[in-house]
């Protein structure tokens, strides 16, 4: 049972134009939510988070927005450059629900930024 | 500051042995996590360590085992591999064992099982 689910496994887009990854999420228990991106033969790094109590969270060029409602949220990338091309992965976590130690990833989703 | 390190990079080994996959957490860190990412997939929590003893654990069996030493580092260990358990092992250390907004993680351990 998918608890996340990012459903576009590839998104490529041209430079200076805006990214927009989105997943779906099925435990009403998560509360926080967490973006990492992955290259090749590097571990996740963390690139920007939403608690529940907000909808938008903006830093840069990374925006991350969260309907609750819809147990959807979306990370946007403007403009998009050669560098942000990567496997973008969503990852909640439940901070009430007592299981915040741990992170549930989605697929990911590889985005790739054509010059 | 040093990162979050893992050894080895790469291994090989074939079913029914058993492996040892090695962490060093960040400095200042005394909680580990470990996560296995299955070709295609997300990483999947495995368990956490924190202060040397289990504080969770994902939906593994138990032939996953664990350790944590004084110095926080942690060890993977995986008995009677199977052919399924061919993935990246990755591990991430945090300030906190609630802190699974701030992990940090290393470039992970590629293992193959034959």
């Known amino acids: 049972d998918q608890q996340v689910k990012q459903n576009s496994p590839s998104l490529s887009v041209q430079e200076g134009r805006i990214s927009i990854l989105n997943c779906d999420y099925t435990?009403?228990?998560?509360?926080?939510f967490l973006w990492y991106k992955k290259y090749p033969a590097e571990g996740p790094t963390f690139l920007i988070s939403?608690?529940?109590?907000?909808d938008k969270n903006e830093d840069g060029r990374f925006t991350v927005f969260l309907n609750k409602s819809a147990k959807h949220l979306s990370l946007h990338i403007v403009p998009s450059q050669p560098g942000d091309s990567a496997v973008y992965f969503c990852?909640?976590?439940?901070?009430?629900?007592?299981?915040?130690?741990?992170?549930?990833f989605g697929k990911g989703t590889l985005l790739t930024v054509n010059p | 500051e040093t990162g979050v390190t893992q050894s080895p990079t790469h291994l090989i080994k074939t079913r029914g042995q058993q492996v040892t996959l090695r962490c060093s957490s960040q400095s200042g860190h005394n909680t580990v996590s470990w996560y296995q990412q299955a070709l295609g997939q997300g990483p999947q929590f495995i368990f956490q360590?924190?202060?040397?003893?289990?504080?969770g654990r994902g939906n593994f069996p138990p032939r996953f085992s664990g350790l944590q030493f004084p110095n926080y580092s942690s060890e993977l260990n995986v008995n009677a591999l199977e052919l399924d358990d061919s993935a990246l092992y990755l591990c991430?250390?945090?300030?906190?064992?609630?802190?699974?907004?701030?992990?940090?993680f290393g470039p992970g351990t590629r293992l193959t099982v034959t």
């Open positions: 991430a250390s945090s300030a906190t064992r609630t802190g699974a907004d701030e992990q940090y």
């Open positions: 360590y924190y202060r040397e003893e289990e504080n």
């Open positions: 990852a909640p976590s439940s901070r009430r629900g007592g299981s915040n130690y741990k992170l549930t």
């Open positions: 939403i608690s529940s109590i907000k």
């Open positions: 435990n009403s228990m998560f509360d926080y």
